[in-house]
């Protein structure tokens, strides 16, 4: 694990404080894909594609447990770190 993806996992955990996300990029995401569906529709798009409520449930889904999984991470790092300075204590 380099540092770069270090430093990605860290930007987009959720912000302790404010309850905000720090990566500011993750907002235009929602304005882009009413764009698409409208673009789609309007131009008559009858594909598998068109994003439609199933979709954006299972994106919901998708974000939730890929914080889930950060947050586990995050929380199972700290354990190790909390345990290993015990252990150093100890010695």
């Known amino acids: 694990m380099g540092m770069r993806s270090l430093l990605q996992f860290l930007l987009n955990l959720p912000a302790l404080l404010t309850g905000r996300r720090l990566d500011r990029r993750l907002r235009a995401t929602g304005v882009r894909r009413a764009q698409l569906a409208s673009f789609l529709q309007a131009s ?3 594909g598998a594609l068109l994003p439609g ?11 939730r447990m890929k914080n889930l999984v950060r947050w586990a991470t995050a929380f199972g790092a700290a354990w190790v770190v909390i345990e290993s300075a015990r252990a150093v204590t100890m010695f």
């Open 44 to 46: 008559g798009h009858r």
């Open 53 to 63: 409520r199933d979709y954006e449930a299972a994106e919901r889904r998708q974000r």
